[in-house]
């Protein structure tokens, strides 16, 4: 059952009791994602294949989005999500998604708490 916030009489997911200040700000803004440099080996290595690969890395929570594309039209290849820390980003498995509305309720009432 969510837990309810006698300041604001907000009902909290309790999913997020367990996430961090960052998690929260990025389920709730989107993250802050910038271009990593794939190194010199791997673009070598990929090209043989007729692939590039993207890194995008989160400044703000440090997950991390890596895809490989396949030329000549960019078609999407394979994608691997990492989380610099699951236990404090993830809700817990076969929990059900966490929606934005509930995380941006988390991330206010404990900035006020
Ligand atoms: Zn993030």
Redesign the pocket.
Known sequence: MPRKTRRFSVEIDERTEHMSLEALR?RTFG??WIERTVAHARRMSLAKLGQVEEILG?E??G?TWETIYALPDFTRVSTKRTYADPGTYLVPPRSGRLRRHEARKALYCRRAS
Do not use: E, Q
């Open positions: 990025c993250h802050a989160c703000r929570c997950g």
